[in-house]
């Protein structure tokens, strides 16, 4: 256990149980008051800096330092959205096997003692009609969003934490993400031993909204796989274009 | 406002809300100041959103606005927000756990004993889960300035951790220094 660990710990609240705390309604109240109420400065305004200017090569720096993040996160987008290959150390295809094994409806966990090369997620339906999903690799977001559609979600799964540009955010009535359609099972919001696990409820998709799962790799070193970092989890308006996305 | 600067604020917002709320609730711990902090920086983040970088560099760009909006906070010199009446209601309602976890008491001493600038790069990197390029971004300075502070404050923790006597040093200095 290593330092960042350590102190992950000590953190009062985890981003997931921040959003849990607000209805969706609340945050559309606010967002329509930013935007009703406040008028843009020009684009090209200088930011805000409290302390002193930032100097001109520092500028150039910082900047250098956020492109080069930008274009590392639109590389590892492009890497996993092109055909489930595996960022690192498995076998092209894998998480494509994975899926089509995830949707039998058989039981997900290797037998005890089978030798096994861990799935890179699947996909569980439980008894009460909720799905389980455990993501171990950031492997074959589509394949995974066609397993849950299979299963019954209207889904739409990102690589990243943004979603589909065709797509719009629905805005159709008042609730809580995390009570109502998902819910994720390691409340600390840690990846547990098993990997990221959410459930999600298909029933209580609503009428006319598609489930966004966001699937975000904040925070890992370039190269490195694994389950994913933050998610994010919002409705989106169903219709065409959108879910061909 | 054209629609598709509508179109990038109500993605930007929707993606990042969660880690903004969540920056603002563990460094605040009160529902007035977290509620102010989402809205004025989504209200910078709607003001610049010609300026917001695309993709995942958008959450450190908007830590960084957030971060500001805290420092004015702490200054005195942020008026009470308007904006997010209900939000701030909905948050007045629930209590935020602030106690450490069992068998972390150490650590969280230890963590106490640091200085707000090692704090902070701390908990950039362990509770917002950046690296020290993002890190830098938040900060405003350079990827390099960074990662030498960002070893600076770990090399620092662990001294501090050893100090307390706690259990947890040896695995500290393994893991980061």
Same mark, same amino acid.
């Given at each position: 256990?290593?330092?960042?660990?350590?102190?992950?710990?000590?953190?009062?609240?985890?981003?997931?149980?921040?959003?849990?705390?607000?209805?969706?309604?609340?945050?559309?109240?606010?967002?329509?008051?930013?935007?009703?109420?406040?008028?843009?400065?020009?684009?090209?305004?200088?930011?805000?800096?409290?302390?002193?200017?930032?100097?001109?090569?520092?500028?150039?720096?910082?900047?250098?330092?956020?492109?080069?993040?930008?274009?590392?996160?639109?590389?590892?987008?492009?890497?996993?959205?092109?055909?489930?290959?595996?960022?690192?150390?498995?076998?092209?295809?894998?998480?494509?096997?994975?899926?089509?094994?995830?949707?039998?409806?058989?039981?997900?966990?290797?037998?005890?003692?089978?030798?096994?090369?861990?799935?890179?997620?699947?996909?569980?339906?439980?008894?009460?009609?909720?799905?389980?999903?455990?993501?171990?690799?950031?492997?074959?977001?589509?394949?995974?969003?066609?397993?849950?559609?299979?299963?019954?979600?209207?889904?739409?799964?990102?690589?990243? !934490?943004?979603?589909?540009?065709?797509?719009?955010?629905?805005?159709?009535?008042?609730?809580?993400?995390?009570?109502?359609?998902?819910?994720?099972?390691?409340?600390?919001?840690?990846?547990?031993?098993?990997?990221?696990?959410? !459930?999600?409820?298909?029933?209580?998709?609503?009428?006319?909204?598609?489930?966004?799962?966001?699937?975000?790799?904040?925070?890992?070193?370039?190269?490195?796989?694994?389950?994913?970092?933050?998610?994010?989890?919002?409705?989106?308006?169903?219709?065409?274009?959108?879910?061909?996305? | 406002?054209?629609?598709?600067?509508?179109?990038?604020?109500?993605?930007?917002?929707?993606?990042?809300?969660?880690?903004?709320?969540?920056?603002?609730?563990?460094?605040?711990?009160?529902?007035?100041?977290?509620?102010?902090?989402?809205?004025?920086?989504?209200?910078?983040?709607?003001?610049?959103?010609?300026?917001?970088?695309?993709?995942?560099?958008?959450?450190?760009?908007?830590?960084?606005?957030?971060?500001?909006?805290?420092?004015?906070?702490?200054?005195?010199?942020?008026?009470?927000?308007?904006?997010?009446?209900?939000?701030?209601?909905?948050?007045?309602?629930?209590?935020?756990?602030?106690?450490?976890?069992?068998? !972390?008491?150490?650590?969280?001493?230890?963590?106490?004993?640091?200085?707000?600038?090692?704090?902070?790069?701390?908990?950039?990197?362990?509770?917002?889960?950046?690296?020290?390029?993002?890190?830098?971004?938040?900060?405003?300075?350079?990827?390099?300035?960074?990662?030498?502070?960002?070893?600076?404050?770990?090399?620092?923790?662990?001294?501090?951790?050893?100090?307390?006597?706690?259990?947890?040093?040896?695995?500290?200095?393994?893991?980061?220094?």
């Amino acid at each position: 256990m290593n330092d960042d660990t350590l102190l992950s710990h000590l953190a009062p609240v985890t981003d997931e149980q921040a959003a849990a705390l607000v209805s969706r309604q609340a945050l559309g109240e606010l967002a329509d008051e930013i935007i009703r109420g406040a008028p843009r400065q020009p684009a090209a305004g200088p930011a805000r800096q409290p302390t002193r200017p930032v100097n001109p090569t520092r500028r150039r720096l910082t900047w250098a330092a956020a492109s080069a993040v930008a274009v590392g996160a639109a590389a590892a987008v492009a890497v996993i959205a092109s055909g489930g290959q595996p960022a690192s150390g498995g076998q092209p295809g894998s998480g494509v096997k994975t899926a089509q094994n995830a949707t039998s409806g058989s039981s997900q966990r290797p037998a005890p003692g089978a030798s096994t090369t861990l799935t890179a997620w699947t996909v569980t339906e439980n008894p009460n009609g909720t799905l389980k999903v455990t993501i171990r690799e950031m492997e074959d977001p589509s394949g995974l969003q066609a397993t849950l559609r299979a299963d019954g979600a209207r889904v739409v799964v990102t690589a990243s !934490l943004a979603w589909p540009a065709a797509c719009s955010e629905w805005r159709g009535g008042n609730y809580r993400m995390g009570d109502q359609v998902v819910q994720t099972e390691n409340r600390t919001g840690l990846p547990s031993a098993d990997g990221t696990e959410f !459930l999600i409820r298909p029933s209580d998709i609503p009428a006319g909204a598609l489930l966004w799962v966001g699937l975000g790799q904040t925070g890992k070193p370039k190269g490195v796989s694994g389950p994913p970092g933050p998610m994010s989890f919002g409705y989106l308006t169903a219709n065409e274009v959108c879910n061909r996305s | 406002m054209t629609d598709d600067q509508r179109r990038r604020f109500d993605q930007v917002y929707a993606v990042h809300h969660a880690a903004i709320l969540g920056y603002a609730l563990r460094r605040t711990g009160n529902a007035d100041d977290a509620a102010d902090v989402i809205a004025e920086t989504f209200l910078t983040a709607w003001r610049r959103i010609d300026d917001i970088p695309a993709g995942e560099a958008a959450r450190p760009w908007l830590y960084g606005v957030a971060r500001r909006v805290l420092a004015n906070q702490r200054r005195g010199e942020q008026r009470r927000s308007a904006l997010g009446e209900r939000l701030r209601s909905e948050l007045a309602a629930e209590r935020f756990h602030r106690e450490p976890p069992p068998g !972390l008491d150490g650590v969280a001493a230890a963590f106490r004993r640091l200085g707000d600038t090692d704090r902070e790069i701390l908990t950039l990197a362990a509770w917002e889960g950046l690296d020290a390029g993002q890190i830098a971004v938040v900060i405003g300075c350079s990827r390099n300035a960074a990662r030498i502070r960002l070893h600076r404050a770990r090399r620092r923790l662990a001294a501090a951790l050893h100090d307390t006597r706690t259990a947890f040093a040896p695995e500290l200095i393994r893991g980061n220094s």
